[in-house]
Nanobody
């Protein structure tokens, strides 16, 4: 059984920061890549950041220099540290992985709202 649960979203003013967490169940977390996605109202879901099993990150151009993805395999958790948030970052944020963590359905996500 595997499951991913996102948390850490909230309301923040432009220029502020938030740290999102995604915690997974199961024993294979450390052997899989993980990624963060987001979906703004009325728009398609997009890839925000990814991290390999070895901890190598990659980012969408829109968040480079502002967001940092990291993981703690002991806690079965992947994080997204978001800095200098902009109103256009407002969206529901989801996590998803490779292998066992490539789930057939998206989780509930966590809402990030950035006020202007």
């Amino acid at each position: 059984q595997v499951q991913l649960v996102e948390s850490g979203g909230g309301l923040v003013q432009a220029g502020g920061s938030l740290k999102l967490s995604c915690t997974g169940s199961g024993s294979m977390f450390s052997r899989n890549n993980m990624a963060w996605y987001r979906q703004a109202a009325g728009k398609q879901r997009e890839l925000v950041a990814s991290i390999t099993d070895m901890g190598v990150p990659d980012y969408a151009d829109s968040v480079k220099g502002r967001f940092i993805i990291s993981r703690d395999n002991f806690k079965n958790t992947v994080y997204l540290q978001m800095r200098n948030l902009k109103p256009e970052d407002t969206a529901v944020y989801y996590c998803r992985g490779s292998g066992e963590y490539y789930l057939g359905n998206w989780g509930q996500g966590t809402q990030v709202t950035v006020s202007s």
